[in-house]
């Protein structure tokens, strides 16, 4: 969340959870818009009304990003005018993103904004020096200044610069394979002693066996481990 209001963005949290969960978490993460309790076409409405409002830096429409991973948030994507969806998401949220982040972490939006915006200042960057380079090298070409130097560009040198004016853009739009993403800060991960990890996979591994039709029995008796299905499948 940093990192994104660090870039001038403006971050909302819509969910279809309560409005108390919506709002511990947003106030943990730091977002300061929420809309709680949102059914999927107030999702896709929430958009809408976010696009018509004005940016104050640009005085033009709001750009909407839109990253979600779940059917609700599928007409949300497809409002949006950049829809992004987690690689581990539903099928139809991808099919109506734009964009598919797949490695489903979402330290990666923000490094999808910056390399867009890192492309988008290059495209810039090039349409800018094949203007400047054709509005020296055509009129050179075509012997405006012979008047003054009273010498004409060979066809050859005309050709070849012909030639360095592709490259140099192509040359250009390859130093983005050196890109590198914006830093971000990890959050720690605590270690967990290795008796208590061993229950968790207890607990993510159990045998599929109905106990009367209440319960499940887990695979191998743990003690306070066994004892707690127990108590879970009465």
Sequence with gaps: M???KSMGLDVWLITGDN???????????????VKAVALPGEKASQIKALQSQVNPLTLKP??????????????????????????A?????????????????LTDVVVALDLARVVFSRIKLNFF???????????LAAGIFFPLIHRMMPPACAGLAMAFSSVSVVISSLLLKTYKPPQLVQAKVQKVHFEEDAQ?????NLVRLKVNN?????????????RAYKVIAQ
């Design 129 to 139: 020096l094949s203007i400047v380079y054709n509005f020296v090298g055509l009129p």
């Design 19 to 33: 409005l108390r969960t919506a709002s511990v978490v947003a106030r943990q993460l730091g977002i300061n818009h």
């Design 214 to 226: 209440v319960g499940y029995a887990p695979l191998t008796n743990r003690g306070p481990v066994e």
């Design 89 to 105: 998401g539903t099928q139809i949220a991808k099919a109506e993103a734009d964009m598919v982040l797949v490695k489903s972490a």
């Design 200 to 204: 968790v996979v207890d607990l993510k």
């Design 62 to 87: 709001r750009v909407v990003c839109m990253v979600g991973d779940g059917i609700n948030d599928a007409p949300a994507l497809a409002q949006s005018d950049v829809g992004m969806a987690i690689g």
């Design 2 to 4: 940093k990192h994104l």
